[in-house]
């Protein structure tokens, strides 16, 4: 009988802790995430090109330096957004993350890919056959390989041609 009470307050303890970690944490990493691309002037609904990753350009959480990256914050509370990239020469990516971290949607942009955008709507009961459902803010992240100089400028030159924007 005395290790009943004990046993109680440890299981409830490890159930809550698991929720505020798997639930909590994640939206709060995003948040901080969108807080610092705010404060690095990246706006919302367009894509915005990295630098070429090296070791002067690398921070604690190291992107691979053989990859072109660009990023599109959207918010999907302010209606609907279409997300397209253009296929490439060689290997290319681009994936949507949601609020909490998770990768909801990934697309093949090489150069036998199909892919030919994608509508992010508010998860609701009316959602768009086709279109991904997704409450709130999002990351759209563009990935090609560029090993050279040479094919991160390539690289770069794809992103004036990818769309991040809000429908009407």
């Known amino acids: 009988m005395r290790l009943i009470v004990p046993i109680i ?26 807080q610092t691309f705010e404060a690095q002037g ?23 330096p053989d990859l072109a990256y660009a990023i599109c914050r959207f918010d999907t509370t302010q209606g609907p957004v279409f997300i397209n990239a253009p296929k490439g020469q ?21 150069p036998e890919s199909d892919f030919s955008g994608i509508e992010v709507r508010r998860a609701a009961a009316n959602t768009r056959p086709g279109a991904l459902a997704l409450n709130g803010r999002g990351i759209a992240l563009i ?9 991160h400028d390539l690289a770069s030159d794809l992103v004036s041609e990818s769309i991040c924007e809000r429908l009407e």
């Open 9 to 34: 307050v440890f299981l409830i303890t490890g159930v809550l802790a698991h929720v505020v970690v798997l639930g909590g944490i994640p939206g709060f990493i995003m948040g901080k995430a969108h």
């Open 90 to 110: 060689g290997y290319g990516s681009l994936s949507i993350f949601n609020s909490h971290t998770d990768n909801v949607f990934v697309a093949n942009l090489g």
């Open 42 to 64: 990246i706006p919302f609904y367009q894509f915005v090109a990295s630098p070429r990753q090296t070791p002067q350009t690398q921070r604690i959480v190291r992107p691979s």
């Open 143 to 151: 990935r090609r390989l560029a090993p050279t100089q040479e094919a």
